[in-house]
């Protein structure tokens, strides 16, 4: 298939708002006690996505400081708000950044 401009045009009227979060550790992260402290960040992530908040999480574990990335469908404040409530960033563990970004509605992942 080879998409026309009129075919792009179409598919980019059709994209939906969504907030993009770029989390990223700290100094902090692996001290003493971050292990139970990111156990539970994983099982708020858990929640907010069958809640439908956040229905696409990617943990990182490359060692490069990038420690995931969310995507959300609020926009940034009420994200910020979000994240501003998760203990990793309560305890200084992770740090974030807020991106608004555009997406393609009922677009999914393959499943492996």
């Given at each position: 298939?080879?998409?026309?401009?009129?075919?792009?045009?179409?598919?980019?009227?059709?994209?939906?708002?969504?907030?993009?979060?770029?989390?990223?550790?700290?100094?902090?992260?692996?001290?003493?006690?971050?292990?139970k402290i990111i156990w539970?960040?994983?099982?708020?992530?858990?929640?907010?996505?069958?809640?439908?908040?956040?229905?696409?999480?990617?943990?990182?574990?490359?060692?490069?400081?990038?420690?995931?990335?969310?995507?959300?469908?609020?926009?940034?404040?009420?994200?910020?708000?979000?994240?501003?409530?998760?203990?990793?960033?309560?305890?200084?563990?992770?740090?974030?950044?807020?991106?608004?970004?555009?997406?393609?509605?009922?677009?999914?992942?393959?499943?492996?």
């Amino acid at each position: 298939m080879t998409f026309t401009d009129e075919m792009m045009r179409e598919r980019l009227a059709a994209t939906a708002r969504y907030t993009m979060v770029v989390l990223r550790t700290t100094d902090r992260y692996g001290m003493e006690g971050t292990d139970k402290i990111i156990w539970e960040h994983g099982r708020r992530n858990m929640q907010l996505q069958a809640d439908g908040a956040m229905p696409l999480v990617f943990p990182v574990g490359d060692g490069t400081g990038l420690a995931g990335i969310g995507i959300f469908v609020d926009g940034p404040n009420e994200v910020s708000q979000i994240l501003d409530g998760d203990p990793a960033i309560q305890a200084g563990v992770l740090s974030y950044t807020v991106h608004p970004c555009r997406g393609f509605p009922g677009a999914a992942l393959p499943t492996s």
